[in-house]
């Protein structure tokens, strides 16, 4: 059976203090020359407000092309001599909710299955996305998934403010769209006009999901929740990636 390529860029993460899990997340596959790298959130690698530090995530990899039921964790550390070994991104206003670890080729399981963005499935701001597109999120909400493939799924999505244009100064643009704990470092994309990029992977990478967005006045007894979403800039992954 094909196996459609954008569910081969997710990957599953978890992240461990020692042999203790304590979350998981969603992450996806960018390359950048011969270098591999899993993307995530920031907040996954590290958050102070709610006292999550773990040192080392383990993502989840497809081993056998002839048989998506099999897979294996792939275990990463998150420091060496006390250093922190993943790279953030942080502008003008502060820290980017997106963070990138290169990962070791030589290590992987030869047999490895995935498929990764490249700089050529990234979006120019200046290339111009109509407020209402339809993206997807590809990711692992509350940790949902095929759990006998070992597949993420995707949510429905639409450009929610003026892409290109900082969200109140800062750098992620809004998606509408029905997501949970466990999505953050999820890829936003949307369908590649033919041509535009190589067709193994026929899709734009927009932005990297990071959390909802609610707002402080919300009524929790009597207002819903906006359903809106936070999406950083994936142009961010060009400096994150750089040698």
Known sequence: MMIEPILLTATRVATFDGELMLTGASGFFFARDERLFVVTSRHVMIDKPSKHFPDRIEIELHTDADNLAKSTGFSMPLYRARKSVWRQGKDGT?????????????????????????????????EGVEVGSSLLVVGFPLGFHDTLH????????????SFGLRFQGQGYFLTDARTHRG?????????????????????????????????????????????????????????????
């Open 150 to 161: 070992h597949m993420p799924v995707v949510r429905q999505a639409v450009v929610a403010s």
């Open 94 to 126: 502060g820290e980017i909710d997106v963070a990138v670890l290169e990962i070791e080729r030589a290590v992987l399981p030869k047999t490895a299955l995935y498929r990764a963005f490249t700089p050529a499935h990234l979006l120019a701001l200046d």
């Open 183 to 243: 999505t953050s470092g999820a890829p936003v994309v949307m369908r590649a006009a033919p041509g535009q990029v190589p067709d193994e992977l026929p899709w734009r990478l927009l932005g990297v999901h990071s959390a909802r967005l609610d707002v402080g006045s919300r009524d929790l007894a009597v207002d819903e929740a906006l359903g809106l979403n936070c999406a950083w800039y994936a142009d961010i992954l060009m400096k994150l990636t750089e040698a």
